[in-house]
């Protein structure tokens, strides 16, 4: 007799090698049929898809590796957001539950949940924002690099909710007082340099930011009549520079 058993990776190639080493198993006697080839997804950061093969092994093959050491976990900002695209699917298709705070509630625990072990939500409101407070579980692995991981998982949340909203309802997500604290430090950081650039009369750049980082710092010189602030660059992750306000400069404000 046979089992079935599916693996994943990046490419078809990769799962094929997974299913090799993991069942001790050169690839050429693997009989796997593909179930997705796997995308990208948006930007390679929302919509991940890990392709995924099914393998068909013989029993006693099967049971002879189970006593191998599990598999790691990847723990990855892609492989996590592929499971955070997963669930946004499976919720989308029910998404029955009505008012949309306890939606959104419903649905990042769904998500949380799959990362993650002992994190629970709590609810509050910003104005006509849903802000939904992550606490407990692994808050490196939620967060994830540059906060990948936290922005995708905001991002679906407010699209399931939006799609059984009759009007546009807007969804912050934080882990862990995460966003405030990086709030507050790049407040300090974009005072701190526009004193710099007054002082020298030369612009100052601060690294790469998304875009809601960098109208944080806009917003934090907006009313500083001395300096203006540029975003420079193409793509999702671009420059902001502080520049004296009587130096001109060619750039587009984000």
């Known amino acids: 007799m046979s089992s ?10 990769e799962a094929v090698k997974k299913a090799s080493e993991k069942l001790n198993l ?34 006693e093959t099967l ?30 298709a029910t998404g029955d539950a009505g008012e949309a705070t306890e939606l959104g509630k419903i649905a990042l625990q769904k998500i949380v949940d799959l990362i993650t072990t002992d994190a629970t939500i709590a609810v509050s409101r910003k104005g006509e924002k849903i802000v939904l407070n992550i606490n ?24 399931i909710v939006n799609k059984q909203s009759e009007k546009r309802v807007r969804v912050e997500i934080d882990v862990e007082g995460y966003l405030e604290d990086k709030r507050e430090k790049l407040e300090k950081l974009a005072l701190k340099l526009s004193e ?17 980082d960098r109208r944080i710092v806009h917003l934090a010189l907006k009313a500083d009549s ?23 400069r060619k750039g587009t404000s984000s």
């Open 63 to 92: 049971l002879k590796n189970t006593e191998k050491e599990p598999e790691e976990i990847d723990t990855s900002s892609a492989a996590v957001i592929a499971l955070v695209e997963e669930a946004f699917n499976e919720e989308g």
């Open 26 to 59: 050169p690839s050429g006697k693997l009989k796997h049929d593909v179930i997705s080839h796997g995308s990208t997804g948006i930007f390679g950061l929302v919509g991940t898809k890990k392709a995924r093969i099914r393998v068909a092994v013989p029993d």
């Open 4 to 13: 079935i058993v599916e693996f994943e990776g990046k490419t078809v190639e």
């Open 226 to 248: 001395e300096i203006k602030t540029l975003s420079l660059g193409e793509g999702y992750y671009r420059k902001l520079k502080i520049f004296p306000k009587n130096r001109s």
């Open 136 to 159: 407990g579980g692994n808050t490196a692995i939620m967060i994830g690099k540059r906060g990948q991981t936290l922005e995708a998982m905001q991002y679906l949340v407010e699209k």
């Open 196 to 212: 710099k650039v007054k002082q020298t009369k030369k612009p100052a750049t601060v690294g790469q930011l998304n875009a809601h």
